[in-house]
């Protein structure tokens, strides 16, 4: 068992609770030793490759090769340690603290180390993922993260430019409808699924979740009332497959959330979706209109939940995004989900979770949900 200091997205919570579900999933043993608002300690058997990639909430991963306060111990673990892979007689190292008092001590041992084995060195600051992936981290350049009294180098970076790629690669998308990769792939992970099983999402849009659910070998039905958001899911998955070589499986159905258990005959492993959020905002709504926005979402969020649970295998889960409207006044109107989950027989697998900046006029809550 080695650890890993595993560095959080703009969503710690979420990307917290992701990390759990994802594990979990894998039936992968793990064990989260400590944790902030930034980062997660954990220890794992094996860090896998796919791990970061799978990851929608983890910006890098490092593995820790110091564990102590004693300086005189912090330089002998960091001189057994191969730090500087490359070549070259020139490289950029960066240091990053988290609640540390130890990163002077790390700074100080790192520029006498290049020095002493001839390479020019530059500390820049903060290695963020898009410089890591462009100077090709793992043998041009030193990324190093502090946590307390652990030292970790970066051994695994999210690509952000391969997910850009596919994001704009995609032959047919309506941005304004469409969800990120980065939600994306966090919600297939709170959902557990795993290769080989099947999800749902009933309101499939361009067919981004999709997409993601079949990049990691999961089958995937979508369904989407709007004939055009099916056809762009096509196109899309098409491309998805011949692009990358997939073989995963696809079900589409141009057909309303309300008939979902009409046309869905085989017994699923999860759903994951985004819903029908309520009318586009150009502005903020006052209290009253956003009480009937929200009513009139509600009676179609307590029709999907029952309509999935007759075909939602026993213990599997849901991830869904629930709409949060903000209002002229400075408040915010929801519907009861927790106890519109409960009536309908779903235990909640964690606390929901806000996402996304408090700036946007939508909010958004990410509940997980467990079929009883």
Same mark, same amino acid.
């Given at each position: 068992?080695?650890?890993?200091?595993?560095?959080?997205?703009?969503?710690?919570?979420?990307?917290?609770?992701?990390?759990?579900?994802?594990?979990?999933?894998?039936?992968?043993?793990?064990?989260?030793?400590?944790?902030?608002?930034?980062?997660?300690?954990?220890?794992?058997?094996?860090?896998?490759?796919?791990?970061?990639?799978?990851?929608?909430?983890?910006?890098?991963?490092?593995?820790?090769? !110091?564990?102590?306060?004693?300086?005189?111990? /912090?330089?002998?673990?960091?001189? &057994?340690?191969? +730090?500087?892979?490359? #070549?070259? @007689?020139?490289?950029?190292?960066?240091?990053?603290?988290?609640?540390?008092?130890?990163?002077?001590?790390?700074?100080?041992?790192?520029?006498?180390?290049?020095?002493?084995?001839?390479?020019?060195?530059?500390?820049?600051?903060?290695?963020?993922?898009?410089?890591?992936?462009?100077?090709?981290?793992?043998?041009?350049?030193?990324?190093?993260?502090?946590?307390?009294?652990?030292?970790?180098?970066?051994?695994?970076?999210?690509?952000?430019?391969?997910?850009?790629?596919?994001?704009?690669?995609?032959?047919?998308?309506?941005?304004?409808?469409?969800?990120?990769?980065?939600?994306?792939?966090?919600?297939?992970?709170?959902?557990?699924?795993?290769?080989?099983?099947?999800?749902?999402?009933?309101?499939?849009?361009?067919?981004?979740?999709?997409?993601? !659910?079949?990049?990691?070998?999961?089958?995937? /039905?979508?369904?989407?009332?709007? &004939?055009?958001? +099916?056809?762009?899911? #096509?196109? @899309?998955?098409?491309?998805?497959?011949?692009?990358?070589?997939?073989?995963?499986?696809?079900?589409?159905?141009?057909?309303?959330?309300?008939?979902?258990?009409?046309?869905?005959?085989?017994?699923?492993?999860?759903?994951?979706?985004?819903?029908?959020?309520?009318?586009?905002?150009?502005?903020?709504?006052?209290?009253?209109?956003?009480?009937?926005?929200?009513?009139?979402?509600?009676?179609?969020?307590?029709?999907?939940?029952?309509?999935?649970?007759?075909?939602?295998?026993?213990?599997?889960?849901?991830?869904?995004?629930?709409?949060?409207?903000?209002?002229?006044?400075?408040?915010?109107?929801?519907?009861?989900?927790?106890?519109?989950?409960?009536?309908?027989?779903?235990?909640?697998?964690?606390?929901?979770?806000?996402?996304?900046?408090?700036?946007?006029?939508?909010?958004?809550?990410?509940?997980?949900?467990?079929?009883?």
């Amino acid at each position: 068992m080695k650890n890993y200091l595993f560095v959080l997205g703009r969503d710690p919570e979420l990307s917290k609770i992701e990390i759990e579900s994802y594990f979990e999933g894998k039936n992968e043993e793990y064990q989260i030793l400590d944790s902030n608002d930034s980062i997660i300690s954990i220890k794992l058997k094996e860090l896998k490759q796919e791990v970061i990639h799978d990851l929608g909430g983890t910006v890098k991963i490092a593995e820790v090769i !110091s564990a102590t306060l004693r300086p005189d111990e /912090i330089e002998q673990n960091l001189e &057994k340690y191969d +730090i500087y892979k490359g #070549t070259s @007689n020139k490289t950029e190292y960066y240091v990053t603290g988290y609640n540390t008092g130890i990163l002077d001590i790390v700074e100080d041992y790192l520029k006498d180390y290049f020095k002493r084995i001839k390479v020019k060195a530059t500390h820049r600051h903060e290695g963020e993922p898009t410089k890591l992936i462009k100077k090709e981290y793992k043998e041009k350049v030193v990324d190093v993260v502090v946590f307390k009294n652990q030292v970790g180098v970066t051994v695994a970076v999210t690509d952000v430019i391969e997910q850009k790629e596919r994001d704009l690669g995609r032959p047919n998308v309506d941005y304004m409808k469409v969800i990120s990769i980065r939600l994306a792939k966090i919600l297939v992970n709170l959902s557990k699924a795993r290769s080989g099983n099947t999800i749902l999402d009933p309101f499939c849009g361009s067919g981004t979740i999709l997409q993601e !659910s079949m990049l990691r070998g999961i089958n995937v /039905i979508g369904m989407d009332i709007d &004939k055009e958001a +099916i056809k762009q899911t #096509t196109e @899309n998955l098409e491309w998805l497959k011949t692009t990358y070589g997939i073989k995963t499986s696809y079900v589409l159905h141009n057909k309303n959330s309300r008939d979902t258990s009409k046309f869905v005959k085989t017994m699923i492993n999860g759903v994951v979706t985004e819903p029908y959020m309520g009318p586009y905002i150009r502005k903020l709504p006052n209290m009253m209109e956003a009480r009937e926005t929200i009513e009139e979402l509600r009676e179609i969020y307590s029709n999907l939940l029952s309509e999935i649970y007759n075909i939602l295998k026993p213990g599997s889960r849901v991830a869904m995004v629930v709409p949060r409207l903000k209002t002229l006044e400075g408040k915010s109107v929801a519907m009861d989900f927790e106890n519109m989950a409960k009536e309908h027989k779903y235990t909640l697998a964690y606390r929901p979770v806000l996402y996304g900046s408090n700036k946007n006029k939508l909010g958004r809550e990410i509940y997980v949900l467990e079929r009883n």
